[in-house]
């Protein structure tokens, strides 16, 4: 049963009934789950953070527990941090602490729409964010979660500090992709990089391609802070870390849950199954889903889908330390990126 599917209410601010499984608690929205059997207070906090000589970014975290387990979100190209509540309030219902952060040109950060000057301006955002996460944290145990153009920012910051996490979740990472882009485009892009390195055009990845379910696709279509578009400099970015990603599977060393939808007409699931495959043993679970598109999680099944997800985090977060210790407290020095 769907932990927002139990009919729970409560007092509320008005007459209306709250939805499905939400109360109100305090003026605050809650939540009922049915599994855990717990009402839990479901806002998420939401702050900012300085990033010195880059843009103001925004964030989110749901649970204030500093021992609970912790898991980073880093979301897609065009996406938001708001579009992972529901994953963010279930992962708090099932005794992790949950964070996400708008990416710069992203959602409520500051930055040109789908546009960064490098790489690093992706790396310097989420080391300052994890920095930020970690301080006092008590060594409690660490996961990031990645989705597509996030999966790749994910891995890449994992490849450069694997001291820092313990688990890893990728979501429709794009080793390779179902749509080739045309050779002509390729070397356009380019050229403009060389010239015009922020010219940005539409994303071509129309919102039916990420979930079957109706309700998603509409959301994400009048969604205010969802955006389309992608500048040249990032698409040759993009590009080159895609590539260099895809061949790092044989010296991966961090615990991973690879979810791939097998219908995905934007990451291939192809080359997500070769990444597995090729990966060392016992370090990379590879779980496809015939039939499913971009955004397994926002699927019709995406409930049960991540459910599948949080047994395994809570697997791989309880093993003992690869290193035998936890790892102390991320200083700025130890983790500027190479």
């Known amino acids: ?6 009919r729970f209410y409560d007092e ?10 939400w109360c109100i608690l305090g003026g605050r929205s809650g939540v009922f789950h049915a599994v855990e059997g717990a ?7 939401d702050s900012w953070l300085e990033i010195p000589g880059g843009p103001k970014l925004f964030t989110r975290a749901w649970g204030e527990d500093p021992k609970a387990p912790a898991v980073a979100i880093i979301h897609g190209l065009g996406d938001h941090s708001g ?5 963010g309030r279930t992962l708090q219902s099932r005794g992790f602490t949950a964070y996400a952060l708008d990416l710069p040109g992203h959602g409520r950060s500051e930055g040109r ?9 992706y790396r310097n955002a989420v080391t300052r964010w994890i920095e930020t996460l970690r301080q006092g944290d008590g060594g409690r145990r660490w996961a990031l979660f990645g989705h597509s153009l996030g999966a790749l920012i994910a891995l890449d910051w994992s490849e450069l500090h694997p001291r820092y996490v313990d688990a890893l979740v990728l979501s429709a990472p794009p080793f390779e992709l179902s749509l080739k882009p045309a050779t002509i485009k390729v070397h356009a892009a380019r050229l403009i990089g060389l010239l015009w390195p922020g010219f940005t055009q539409g994303n071509q990845i129309p919102p039916s391609l990420l979930s079957h379910d109706p309700a998603v696709v509409r959301a994400h279509r009048s969604d205010p802070y969802v955006h389309f578009r992608i500048s040249a400099r990032l698409f040759l970015e993009f590009q080159a870390m895609r590539r260099k990603l895809a061949k790092v599977s044989g010296t991966h060393s961090i615990p991973t ?4 939808g097998g219908a995905d007409p934007v990451s291939s699931c192809l080359g997500s199954a070769q990444w597995a495959k090729t990966a060392k043993e016992g370090i990379v679970t590879y779980k496809e889903y015939p039939g499913l598109f971009h955004e397994v999680l926002n699927e019709v099944d995406g409930a049960a889908i991540l459910d599948e997800v ?3 985090l809570k697997q791989a977060l309880s093993a003992p330390r690869q290193d035998g210790a936890p790892a102390s407290s991320i200083s700025t020095a130890s983790i500027q990126p190479r």
């Open 1 to 6: 049963m769907r932990p927002w599917q139990v």
């Open 12 to 21: 509320c601010a008005d007459s209306r009934r709250p939805p499905i499984g």
């Open 39 to 45: 009402l839990f207070d479901s806002s998420s906090r």
């Open 83 to 87: 579009r992972w509540e529901r994953v």
């Open 113 to 121: 729409r789908g546009h960064v000057k490098s790489w690093d301006d």
């Open 257 to 260: 849950l690879l979810i791939q």
């Open 310 to 312: 949080i047994v395994w």
